[in-house]
């Protein structure tokens, strides 16, 4: 379960709540006049200047907290609305004010109160508010219980969260909803066909294994998931120097985020026949593993040349999609930590994704603005496939040159995707690197959000 609760209680008008004025630098000077003498004098005695992010307590007649000040930018993010969350000392808060988008000023508060605290002795204790009028309190704590998922999967280290232990986080999601899971691991994977899911895989010390989680009716609609597992990434063969592996626990952010994804979708129960694959592995060094120039066949029949072995992530992918395909889903959606070339292109905070359907780009687009939940479409050019050429297999996995890196690794991808399917990738970081008001540094849900509206839209309750 989540690490951390929400902080809203039930909505109410309790006027025992402390307000919270939200206010931006045109609705500072009328707040401020609505305040008592006292008031005033407190806050112009600190320089409250209503700059976003601003945040000041002020006194009541009683000597305790009687009202707060926060300072939104006009245009800025609602969500920022979380530093609330760790900004205020313990007590009951309302909102009251100008929040701009209240809907997502409340999810902000409530993705700020998370505090990844397994490995504590005493956890945080924090604010509580109550839910601002028109919220739907179900679903901001829905959509904050599946991004505490998502942080707790990303944040536990591999000796708590080996691919053994990921595929028990899977049935205890499916349990709670009661879906069905079925599990293909060690050599039963090269007899089942799923061999580049094992070649990664087998040097680790815990079996290589393809986790498939299945829920809805069989009538309704066909939504895939697949998300990327690895759960420590040592680069293989084509070893990671040591700052470039100390955060490879989040490897496997694919595949929290899919399952994040997949706790919205069977909570708020909408009509699709959901399907969440999730190759799972620890790519380690053994004397098993696989090697640089190695020839892999695969589940779709295509040989593949291993360029290096730190590009893992595709390969595991490429045999989870063709096994996603051969059902013909209306719609299939894999996520995955797989380049720092998207990285370097978009930074930690902004998600390429890749789709050669216009009307899916465009509904993600939007969905992606509606819920500040950012991402940014990149192309599938196609040009660049000559880049992925073998001179012994049909194609390599990497390309020679540093290059389009995330866009070569999707073209790879879509090599094992039927062209009929409608398909979305999303190259994920999952990772925050500096704190942020709704989110601590650590682990982080990408474009769940968005996929949620967007599937929603398209598949209603």
Same mark, same amino acid.
């Given at each position: ?53 601003? #945040? #000041? ?21 609602? #969500? ?30 409530? /993705? ?126 084509? /070893? ?119 009307? #899916? ?101």
């Amino acid at each position: 379960m989540p690490s951390a609760a929400t902080p809203f209680l039930a909505a109410a008008k309790d006027r025992q709540a402390i307000p919270v004025l939200g206010l931006t630098p045109e609705t500072a000077a009328d707040t401020l006049k609505s305040l008592s003498p006292r008031q005033q004098a407190w806050a112009q005695s600190h320089g409250f200047e209503a700059k976003a992010g601003t #945040l #000041l307590t002020l006194p009541g007649e009683d000597g305790k907290i009687g009202v707060v000040l926060f300072a939104m930018a006009p245009d800025g993010n609602p #969500l920022a609305a979380g530093k609330l969350a760790h900004g205020l000392p313990k007590g009951l808060y309302r909102l009251e004010g100008d929040w701009g988008d209240s809907r997502l000023a409340a999810l902000g508060i409530a /993705l700020g109160a998370y505090r990844f605290d397994r490995y504590r002795s005493q956890p945080e204790a924090g604010a509580r508010f109550l839910v601002p009028e028109g919220v739907d309190r179900g679903e901001i704590e829905s959509l904050a219980a599946a991004t505490f998922l998502v942080r707790d999967l990303v944040n536990t280290p591999t000796n708590d969260l080996g691919p053994d232990a990921l595929e028990k986080a899977v049935r205890k999601l499916a349990a709670a909803h009661k879906a069905k899971v079925r599990t293909i691991a060690g050599d039963a994977l090269l007899k089942q066909n799923f061999p580049m899911i094992h070649a990664v895989g087998r040097a680790s010390a815990i079996a290589p294994r393809l986790i498939e989680l299945r829920w809805g009716r069989k009538s309704d609609p066909k939504v895939t998931l697949v998300g990327k597992g690895v759960c420590f990434d040592t680069g293989g063969l084509n /070893l990671k120097p040591g700052t470039s592996m100390a955060l490879m626990k989040k490897d496997m952010g694919g595949a929290a985020n899919v399952l994040g994804l997949a706790r919205l979708i069977m909570g708020a129960g909408l009509k699709v026949n959901l399907r969440v694959l999730i190759p799972a592995v620890e790519n380690s060094v053994a004397g098993n593993a696989f090697r640089p120039g190695d020839i892999l066949p695969s589940r779709k029949g295509i040989s593949v040349e291993i360029g290096n072995t730190d590009a893992e992530g595709r390969l595991i992918l490429g045999d989870a999609l063709a096994y996603g395909d051969e059902e013909k889903p209306d719609l299939m959606i894999d996520m995955a930590t797989l380049t720092g070339a998207a990285r370097v292109a978009l930074g930690p905070d902004l998600p390429p994704f890749y789709s050669d359907d216009e009307d #899916l780009a465009a509904g993600l687009a939007a969905a992606s603005r509606a819920e500040g939940d950012p991402l940014w479409r990149m192309p599938l050019w196609q040009p660049y496939d000559a880049m992925l050429a073998s001179k012994i297999a049909d194609t390599n996995h990497i390309t020679s040159g540093g290059f389009a890196g995330s866009v070569t690794a999707a073209l790879f991808l879509k090599k094992f995707i039927g062209p009929a399917t409608p398909w979305i990738h999303l190259d994920i970081f999952a990772w925050v690197p500096n704190a942020k008001p709704w989110c601590p540094v650590g682990g982080e849900a990408q474009g769940i959000r968005a996929l949620f509206k967007l599937i929603g839209s398209r598949y209603p309750a």
